[in-house]
């Protein structure tokens, strides 16, 4: 459908500059306005846990799980929980907000040294339209080192219309030029490879453009700048077994790519450099899991840090008299073995294990369902089990899907594509599954 402007209407051109999205008014040149502010924020209602009002959970520990000398560091992050009220069941999922690192932080600032980090500010929007950050987030006042900290994912990919703003505040010809770039069609490659294929974030970009970075009007961070998004975990604990604490099994996310310094996942590095007492804004939502009745069996792949729910669910009291079969993959027995000393506990949850590196031919979970052709269909078929994946969306989860269609064949013939597909649609066949 097409739906044209009204007649007289034209499109607001990219040499216009748009009026920044909120005011930012200065603590010592606003005094007037700040019982103004103060008393429309009172008007505020806390509901239930949420991003706006978040529950802040002291950490107990944030043990690595795996050697140091091991490609990945995982850590099992352990909440305090108690006197929060909350309430999780399998198959939730933790939602955190995360803040930057302090030497981004500082990074930022060096980019921008007449701001001064410690002035503070009220936000107000300029038009009704447009909501306010939560107070949890940013409060009212707040000065611009916690904004930095706490709001502006600086270590966000830049968009477009990062690089359309950007050429409205620079007076360097060579920078301009290159924004101007940016916005055409013709530029979308050279955005991308400069970008989006090195992995390349906001504090980077603005560190290559210092002659424009400078320039930028304070209360155009807010439009340059998107605010940092809550990171969701799957929860590896379980409240009948665990009590108030609330566990989850993260992957640190580091990286290289094209540039000299290595990648760095927001959350996952924030969250590992914590240490106990500091505390954790989050709250919980329902994942994509729905387990079945207690009565019914389960056939469960989780590799890597996608067994997190599965070690939720069978350590959950309804899991104890039910039949599990869990396939659980890793690099080592002895490196990345996730609550390998748990299983046993477990007397109805039989796990087979693919260690890929622990011999010279790699073998992962879905050459261990070859294996288990016949118990599969025993869970599936003649027992009428759901099956669940769990783990990383590149490769595994379509694999595991053609080890099932494989192993139910030996049964069905032809029939079993059709009968994975019926599994899908009856939510009897769930994933879960993460970039």
């Not at 603590?27 to 509901?47: A, C, F, Q, R, S």
């Not at 992050?77 to 399998?90: A, E, F, H, T, W």
């Not at 989850?248 to 000299?260: E, H, N, P, T």
Request: proline share 8%; hydrophobic share 35%.
């Amino acid at each position: 459908q097409v739906f044209p402007l009204p007649e007289g209407v034209q499109p607001i051109g990219k040499d216009v500059l748009p009026p920044p999205k909120y005011k930012m008014t200065w603590v010592e040149d606003g005094e007037d306005n700040i019982k103004e502010i103060v008393e429309e924020m009172k008007t505020e209602k806390p509901g239930d846990y949420s991003q706006s009002s978040p529950f802040h959970s002291p950490v107990i520990s944030c043990a690595r799980q795996t050697p140091a000398e091991h490609f990945q560091d995982v850590r099992l992050v352990r909440l305090d929980i108690s006197n929060s009220g909350m309430r999780y069941k399998p198959g939730d999922v933790a939602l955190i907000q995360p803040s930057n690192l302090h030497h981004h932080v500082d990074q930022f600032f060096s980019l921008f040294p007449a701001l001064d980090p410690e002035r503070k500010f009220y936000l107000s929007p300029t038009s009704a339209n447009i909501p306010l950050p939560p107070t949890s987030i940013i409060p009212q006042p707040c000065s611009i080192r916690h904004a930095v900290t706490h709001y502006f994912d600086i270590q966000s990919i830049p968009k477009r219309y990062f690089f359309e703003l950007l050429s409205h505040f620079t007076s360097d010809e060579l920078e301009k030029e290159k924004f101007v770039e940016f916005n055409t069609a013709e530029g979308q490659q050279d955005l991308y490879e400069y970008c989006n294929r090195p992995r390349r974030h906001i504090l980077e970009v603005l560190y290559d453009f210092r002659h424009t970075t400078p320039n930028i009007p304070t209360e155009y961070l807010w439009d340059l700048i998107p605010q940092i998004k809550p990171r969701s975990f799957s929860i590896a604990s379980s409240p009948s077994y665990h009590g108030d604490v609330l566990e989850l099994l993260v992957a640190v996310v580091r990286y290289r790519s094209s540039l000299k310094t290595p990648r760095e996942g927001l959350c996952s590095n924030w969250l590992s450099g914590l240490a106990q007492g500091d505390k954790i804004p989050l709250w919980i939502r329902p994942g994509a899991f729905k387990f079945p009745p207690a009565t019914v069996p389960v056939v469960l792949v989780g590799p890597g840090t996608g067994v997190a729910p599965f070690r939720s669910f069978v350590s959950d009291e309804l899991a104890r008299s039910r039949k599990s079969l869990l396939f659980f993959g890793c690099r080592n027995r002895d490196a990345d073995f996730f609550f390998g000393d748990e299983w046993g506990l477990h007397e109805d949850v039989e796990v087979v294990t693919a260690f890929s590196r622990d011999q010279e031919d790699k073998v992962y979970v879905q050459h261990k369902m070859a294996e288990k052709q016949e118990m599969i269909c025993k869970y599936i078929l003649d027992m009428g089990g759901w099956f669940f994946i769990a783990g990383n969306s590149k490769n595994m989860p379509s694999q595991v899907r053609e080890a099932l269609v494989s192993a139910l064949a030996t049964k069905l013939g032809e029939m079993a594509e059709q009968f994975v597909e019926k599994m899908e649609a009856q939510n009897r066949y769930q994933t879960e599954t993460w970039a």
